[in-house]
Protein backbone atom coordinates (compact mmCIF):
# COMPACT_ATOMS: atom_id res chain seq x y z
CA UNK A 1 0.00 0.00 0.00
CA UNK A 2 1.48 3.44 -0.89
CA UNK A 3 0.93 5.07 2.53
CA UNK A 4 2.98 2.54 4.03
CA UNK A 5 5.32 2.31 0.94
CA UNK A 6 6.09 5.60 0.67
CA UNK A 7 4.87 7.53 3.82
CA UNK A 8 5.53 5.30 6.49
CA UNK A 9 2.12 4.33 7.40
CA UNK A 10 -1.10 5.94 8.65
CA UNK A 11 -0.13 9.08 10.72
CA UNK A 12 -1.80 9.93 13.69
CA UNK A 13 -3.80 13.19 14.78
CA UNK A 14 -0.80 15.23 15.85
CA UNK A 15 0.66 14.18 12.46
CA UNK A 16 -1.88 15.29 10.35
CA UNK A 17 -4.36 16.96 12.91
CA UNK A 18 -5.95 19.33 9.95
CA UNK A 19 -6.78 16.06 7.74
CA UNK A 20 -7.89 14.20 10.59
CA UNK A 21 -10.08 16.73 11.42
CA UNK A 22 -11.99 17.35 7.91
CA UNK A 23 -12.59 13.56 7.87
CA UNK A 24 -14.01 13.88 11.46
CA UNK A 25 -16.18 16.49 10.34
CA UNK A 26 -17.31 14.88 7.26
CA UNK A 27 -18.01 11.39 8.78
CA UNK A 28 -20.15 12.74 11.74
CA UNK A 29 -22.25 15.02 9.41
CA UNK A 30 -23.04 12.12 6.35
CA UNK A 31 -23.18 9.42 8.33
CA UNK A 32 -25.70 10.71 10.73
CA UNK A 33 -27.09 12.61 7.36
CA UNK A 34 -28.08 9.24 6.22
CA UNK A 35 -30.12 8.54 9.07
CA UNK A 36 -32.06 11.69 8.58
CA UNK A 37 -30.07 13.98 10.65
CA UNK A 38 -30.72 17.52 8.77
CA UNK A 39 -27.66 19.76 9.98
CA UNK A 40 -25.63 21.32 7.57
CA UNK A 41 -21.65 20.61 7.49
CA UNK A 42 -21.54 24.35 8.94
CA UNK A 43 -23.76 23.77 11.46
CA UNK A 44 -21.52 20.39 12.25
CA UNK A 45 -18.10 22.25 12.07
CA UNK A 46 -19.53 24.91 14.48
CA UNK A 47 -20.78 22.01 16.92
CA UNK A 48 -17.60 20.67 16.85
CA UNK A 49 -15.23 23.24 16.76
CA UNK A 50 -16.71 25.61 19.12
CA UNK A 51 -19.51 23.62 20.66
CA UNK A 52 -21.85 26.14 19.58
CA UNK A 53 -25.40 25.17 18.43
CA UNK A 54 -26.66 27.19 15.17
CA UNK A 55 -29.47 26.67 13.29
CA UNK A 56 -32.08 25.81 15.64
CA UNK A 57 -32.66 22.62 14.66
CA UNK A 58 -33.98 19.95 17.59
CA UNK A 59 -31.93 19.25 20.59
CA UNK A 60 -32.06 16.05 19.34
CA UNK A 61 -30.10 16.59 16.06
CA UNK A 62 -27.45 18.44 17.57
CA UNK A 63 -27.07 15.85 20.24
CA UNK A 64 -26.73 12.89 17.69
CA UNK A 65 -24.11 14.05 15.90
CA UNK A 66 -22.17 15.32 19.38
CA UNK A 67 -22.33 11.64 20.28
CA UNK A 68 -21.31 9.98 17.13
CA UNK A 69 -18.59 12.98 16.89
CA UNK A 70 -17.46 10.99 20.26
CA UNK A 71 -17.31 7.90 19.07
CA UNK A 72 -15.91 8.61 16.45
CA UNK A 73 -12.89 9.97 18.05
CA UNK A 74 -12.69 7.15 20.33
CA UNK A 75 -12.65 5.07 17.42
CA UNK A 76 -9.37 7.05 15.68
CA UNK A 77 -7.99 6.59 19.23
CA UNK A 78 -8.24 3.08 20.24
CA UNK A 79 -6.93 2.47 16.30
CA UNK A 80 -3.89 4.55 16.29
CA UNK A 81 -3.19 4.57 20.11
CA UNK A 82 -4.91 1.84 21.75
CA UNK A 83 -4.45 1.43 25.66
CA UNK A 84 -3.13 -1.36 27.11
CA UNK A 85 -6.05 -3.40 27.83
CA UNK A 86 -6.09 -4.15 24.07
CA UNK A 87 -5.26 -7.89 23.11
CA UNK A 88 -4.30 -7.42 19.90
CA UNK A 89 -7.19 -8.69 18.29
CA UNK A 90 -8.93 -6.70 15.31
CA UNK A 91 -12.42 -6.25 16.83
CA UNK A 92 -13.79 -6.99 20.16
CA UNK A 93 -17.26 -7.40 21.11
CA UNK A 94 -17.05 -5.20 24.23
CA UNK A 95 -15.45 -2.58 21.77
CA UNK A 96 -18.67 -2.59 19.90
CA UNK A 97 -21.23 -1.93 22.53
CA UNK A 98 -18.56 0.61 23.26
CA UNK A 99 -18.86 2.58 19.96
CA UNK A 100 -22.61 2.18 20.46
CA UNK A 101 -22.53 3.39 23.99
CA UNK A 102 -20.44 6.59 23.23
CA UNK A 103 -22.43 7.00 19.88
CA UNK A 104 -26.45 6.77 21.44
CA UNK A 105 -25.52 8.30 25.05
CA UNK A 106 -26.28 11.73 24.29
CA UNK A 107 -29.07 11.60 21.87
CA UNK A 108 -30.63 8.95 24.40
CA UNK A 109 -30.86 11.43 27.32
CA UNK A 110 -33.27 13.61 24.85
CA UNK A 111 -34.87 11.24 22.90
CA UNK A 112 -34.67 7.86 23.61
CA UNK A 113 -36.13 5.28 21.63
CA UNK A 114 -40.54 5.15 22.57
CA UNK A 115 -40.33 1.32 22.57
CA UNK A 116 -37.12 0.61 24.47
CA UNK A 117 -37.23 -1.17 27.85
CA UNK A 118 -35.06 0.20 30.80
CA UNK A 119 -32.39 -2.24 29.90
CA UNK A 120 -32.07 -1.77 26.05
CA UNK A 121 -29.92 1.59 26.60
CA UNK A 122 -26.50 2.59 24.78
CA UNK A 123 -24.42 -0.30 24.54
CA UNK A 124 -26.95 -2.71 25.45
CA UNK A 125 -28.15 -5.34 22.53
CA UNK A 126 -32.39 -5.40 21.78
CA UNK A 127 -34.92 -7.31 23.97
CA UNK A 128 -37.11 -7.00 20.77
CA UNK A 129 -37.49 -8.65 17.64
CA UNK A 130 -37.17 -6.24 14.84
CA UNK A 131 -39.67 -6.93 11.07
CA UNK A 132 -38.30 -8.05 8.48
CA UNK A 133 -36.31 -5.49 5.63
CA UNK A 134 -37.58 -4.44 3.08
CA UNK A 135 -35.37 -7.33 0.85
CA UNK A 136 -37.38 -9.72 3.01
CA UNK A 137 -33.93 -10.24 5.09
CA UNK A 138 -35.71 -10.66 9.18
CA UNK A 139 -33.36 -10.29 11.52
CA UNK A 140 -32.65 -12.92 14.20
CA UNK A 141 -34.63 -13.34 17.04
CA UNK A 142 -33.87 -11.44 20.37
CA UNK A 143 -32.55 -14.23 22.07
CA UNK A 144 -30.12 -15.32 19.31
CA UNK A 145 -28.31 -11.62 19.05
CA UNK A 146 -25.64 -12.48 21.57
CA UNK A 147 -24.52 -15.27 20.35
CA UNK A 148 -24.91 -14.06 16.73
CA UNK A 149 -22.62 -11.11 17.55
CA UNK A 150 -20.17 -13.73 19.16
CA UNK A 151 -19.47 -15.24 16.22
CA UNK A 152 -19.62 -12.11 13.89
CA UNK A 153 -16.68 -10.68 15.86
CA UNK A 154 -15.22 -14.19 15.61
CA UNK A 155 -15.28 -13.82 11.69
CA UNK A 156 -13.77 -10.25 11.92
CA UNK A 157 -11.16 -11.39 14.11
CA UNK A 158 -10.48 -14.48 11.31
CA UNK A 159 -9.96 -11.97 8.42
CA UNK A 160 -7.54 -9.86 10.57
CA UNK A 161 -5.27 -12.85 10.89
CA UNK A 162 -5.88 -14.02 7.47
CA UNK A 163 -4.60 -10.88 6.46
CA UNK A 164 -1.80 -10.59 8.65
CA UNK A 165 -0.44 -13.59 7.18
CA UNK A 166 -1.04 -12.80 3.82
CA UNK A 167 1.52 -11.39 1.75
CA UNK A 168 0.15 -7.83 0.83
CA UNK A 169 0.29 -8.10 -2.59
CA UNK A 170 -2.21 -11.92 -2.36
CA UNK A 171 -5.06 -11.78 -2.71
CA UNK A 172 -7.40 -12.82 0.77
CA UNK A 173 -7.89 -16.61 1.23
CA UNK A 174 -11.51 -16.24 0.08
CA UNK A 175 -10.56 -14.88 -3.28
CA UNK A 176 -12.36 -11.84 -2.57
CA UNK A 177 -11.06 -8.45 -3.08
CA UNK A 178 -10.30 -6.68 0.38
CA UNK A 179 -13.40 -4.09 -0.34
CA UNK A 180 -15.62 -6.78 -0.74
CA UNK A 181 -15.03 -8.76 2.37
CA UNK A 182 -15.84 -5.22 4.16
CA UNK A 183 -18.90 -4.81 2.72
CA UNK A 184 -20.01 -8.67 3.97
CA UNK A 185 -18.89 -8.04 7.39
CA UNK A 186 -20.85 -5.09 7.16
CA UNK A 187 -23.76 -5.82 5.69
CA UNK A 188 -23.92 -8.98 8.06
CA UNK A 189 -23.90 -6.81 11.26
CA UNK A 190 -26.20 -4.87 9.49
CA UNK A 191 -28.57 -8.27 9.28
CA UNK A 192 -28.03 -9.06 13.20
CA UNK A 193 -29.71 -5.62 14.06
CA UNK A 194 -28.07 -5.94 17.48
CA UNK A 195 -29.38 -2.82 19.13
CA UNK A 196 -33.08 -1.46 18.99
CA UNK A 197 -31.59 1.82 17.71
CA UNK A 198 -28.44 3.03 15.92
CA UNK A 199 -27.49 0.06 13.90
CA UNK A 200 -26.08 2.24 10.85
CA UNK A 201 -24.38 4.34 12.60
CA UNK A 202 -22.42 1.75 14.66
CA UNK A 203 -21.86 -0.35 11.97
CA UNK A 204 -20.33 2.34 10.02
CA UNK A 205 -17.97 3.39 12.92
CA UNK A 206 -17.08 -0.27 13.11
CA UNK A 207 -16.27 -0.08 9.70
CA UNK A 208 -13.68 2.32 10.04
CA UNK A 209 -12.23 0.88 13.66
CA UNK A 210 -11.71 -2.38 11.44
CA UNK A 211 -10.02 -0.13 8.53
CA UNK A 212 -7.84 1.58 10.87
CA UNK A 213 -6.58 -1.51 12.45
CA UNK A 214 -5.91 -2.65 9.08
CA UNK A 215 -3.30 0.44 8.42
CA UNK A 216 -6.59 2.53 6.26
CA UNK A 217 -7.99 5.69 7.45
CA UNK A 218 -12.03 5.61 8.04
CA UNK A 219 -14.13 6.14 4.79
CA UNK A 220 -17.04 8.68 4.55
CA UNK A 221 -20.13 7.83 2.73
CA UNK A 222 -21.76 10.74 2.12
CA UNK A 223 -25.51 11.40 1.93
CA UNK A 224 -25.96 11.97 -1.65
CA UNK A 225 -24.84 8.19 -2.17
CA UNK A 226 -27.79 7.57 0.49
CA UNK A 227 -29.85 5.43 -1.86
CA UNK A 228 -26.80 3.84 -3.91
CA UNK A 229 -26.19 2.65 -0.52
CA UNK A 230 -29.10 1.30 0.77
CA UNK A 231 -29.31 -0.23 -3.17
CA UNK A 232 -26.26 -2.02 -2.39
CA UNK A 233 -27.33 -3.04 1.26
CA UNK A 234 -30.51 -4.76 -0.17
CA UNK A 235 -28.64 -6.36 -3.15
CA UNK A 236 -25.25 -7.65 -0.49
CA UNK A 237 -29.22 -9.33 1.67
CA UNK A 238 -29.70 -11.57 -1.43
CA UNK A 239 -25.49 -12.05 -1.55
CA UNK A 240 -24.22 -9.92 -3.98
CA UNK A 241 -21.57 -8.06 -2.61
CA UNK A 242 -20.34 -5.94 -6.12
CA UNK A 243 -22.04 -3.09 -5.47
CA UNK A 244 -21.53 -2.48 -1.90
CA UNK A 245 -17.80 -3.56 -2.42
CA UNK A 246 -17.35 -1.13 -4.73
CA UNK A 247 -18.80 1.78 -3.20
CA UNK A 248 -16.75 1.33 -0.05
CA UNK A 249 -13.50 0.51 -2.29
CA UNK A 250 -14.05 4.52 -3.89
CA UNK A 251 -14.18 5.63 -0.55
CA UNK A 252 -11.23 4.00 0.97
CA UNK A 253 -9.44 5.61 -2.33
CA UNK A 254 -10.76 9.06 -1.52
CA UNK A 255 -9.48 8.96 2.44
CA UNK A 256 -6.24 7.58 1.13
CA UNK A 257 -6.08 10.63 -1.44
CA UNK A 258 -6.64 12.78 1.72
CA UNK A 259 -3.27 11.91 3.38
CA UNK A 260 -0.97 11.06 0.30
CA UNK A 261 -1.50 14.21 -1.85
CA UNK A 262 -0.63 16.26 1.17
CA UNK A 263 2.59 14.51 1.54
CA UNK A 264 3.13 15.06 -2.11
CA UNK A 265 2.63 18.34 -2.37
CA UNK A 266 0.10 21.12 -0.75
CA UNK A 267 -0.44 23.46 2.11
CA UNK A 268 -0.74 20.76 4.48
CA UNK A 269 2.62 18.57 4.02
CA UNK A 270 4.68 18.19 7.21
CA UNK A 271 8.44 19.90 6.83
CA UNK A 272 11.41 20.91 9.24
CA UNK A 273 10.30 24.52 10.74
CA UNK A 274 13.09 26.09 9.48
CA UNK A 275 11.33 25.41 5.56
CA UNK A 276 8.72 27.75 6.79
CA UNK A 277 10.87 30.35 8.22
CA UNK A 278 9.60 33.55 6.24
CA UNK A 279 10.28 37.84 6.44
CA UNK A 280 7.54 37.78 9.54
CA UNK A 281 8.42 34.96 11.47
CA UNK A 282 11.68 33.52 12.82
CA UNK A 283 12.77 29.94 13.18
CA UNK A 284 13.01 30.74 17.06
CA UNK A 285 9.42 32.20 17.20
CA UNK A 286 8.44 29.02 15.25
CA UNK A 287 9.96 26.74 17.56
CA UNK A 288 8.70 28.36 20.63
CA UNK A 289 5.44 28.47 19.30
CA UNK A 290 5.81 24.61 19.10
CA UNK A 291 6.39 24.20 22.46
CA UNK A 292 3.80 26.11 24.06
CA UNK A 293 1.50 24.24 21.52
CA UNK A 294 0.45 27.81 19.96
CA UNK A 295 1.40 25.80 16.93
CA UNK A 296 0.51 22.99 15.66
CA UNK A 297 3.52 20.56 15.04
CA UNK A 298 5.19 17.17 15.90
CA UNK A 299 8.69 16.73 17.04
CA UNK A 300 9.99 13.55 15.40
CA UNK A 301 12.45 11.33 17.30
CA UNK A 302 15.43 13.20 15.32
CA UNK A 303 14.26 15.87 17.63
CA UNK A 304 13.07 18.08 14.63
CA UNK A 305 10.31 19.82 15.28
CA UNK A 306 7.95 19.50 11.79
CA UNK A 307 5.18 21.70 10.59
CA UNK A 308 2.74 22.75 7.39
CA UNK A 309 2.13 25.97 5.82
CA UNK A 310 -1.44 25.88 6.74
CA UNK A 311 -0.22 25.26 10.79
CA UNK A 312 2.11 28.40 10.64
CA UNK A 313 -0.87 31.06 8.70
CA UNK A 314 -3.43 29.98 11.43
CA UNK A 315 -0.53 30.83 14.06
CA UNK A 316 -0.35 33.98 12.28
CA UNK A 317 -3.67 34.63 12.29
CA UNK A 318 -4.42 33.69 15.70
CA UNK A 319 -1.14 36.25 16.24
CA UNK A 320 -3.50 39.34 15.33
CA UNK A 321 -6.80 38.62 16.53
CA UNK A 322 -7.32 41.15 19.07
CA UNK A 323 -7.59 40.33 22.98
CA UNK A 324 -10.70 41.27 25.18
CA UNK A 325 -9.88 44.26 26.73
CA UNK A 326 -10.14 43.86 30.63
CA UNK A 327 -12.01 47.03 32.63
CA UNK A 328 -9.83 48.18 35.56
CA UNK A 329 -12.05 47.23 37.66
CA UNK A 330 -12.20 43.82 36.69
CA UNK A 331 -8.50 43.35 36.81
CA UNK A 332 -8.42 44.47 40.05
CA UNK A 333 -10.78 42.08 41.38
CA UNK A 334 -8.72 39.32 39.74
CA UNK A 335 -5.62 40.71 41.42
CA UNK A 336 -8.21 40.85 44.86
CA UNK A 337 -9.10 37.28 44.38
CA UNK A 338 -5.86 35.44 43.49
CA UNK A 339 -4.21 37.58 46.50
CA UNK A 340 -7.15 36.52 48.96
CA UNK A 341 -6.44 32.51 47.90
CA UNK A 342 -2.83 33.32 48.05
CA UNK A 343 -3.31 33.66 51.89
CA UNK A 344 -5.38 30.79 52.08
CA UNK A 345 -2.85 28.88 50.48
Same mark, same amino acid.
Request: proline residues 7%; negative net charge; charged residues 20%.
Given at each position: ???????????????????????? #???? /? #????????????????????????????????????????????????????????????????? *????? #? =???????????? =?????????????????? /????????? +????????????????????? *???????????? +????????????? =??????? =?? %??????????????????????????? %????????????????????????????????????? %????????????????????????????????????????????????????????????? #??????????????????????????
Amino acid at each position: MELNERFGGLPNPKEAQSIWDDIW #HLEA /H #HSTALEGNTLVLREVQTLLEQGRAVGAKPLGEYNEVRGYADAAQWVYGQALEPGDWHDGRLLTLA *EVRQV #H =HAAMTPVWDVAP =HPDAKSSEGPGSFREHDI /HPFTAGITP +PAWPLVPVRMQEWVAEVCLVG *ERLASAASDQPL +PSDQPLPEVLARL =HNEFEQV =HP %FIDGNGRTGRLVLNLVLVRLGYPPVVI %FKRQREAYLSAMQRADAGDYGSLGELIARAMIDSLNS %FIVPNVAGPARLVPLAALVDVTTTLAALRQAAQRGRLDAVQGADGIWRSSRKAVDAYKASK #HQRRPVVSTAASEQASSIRIRRADVA
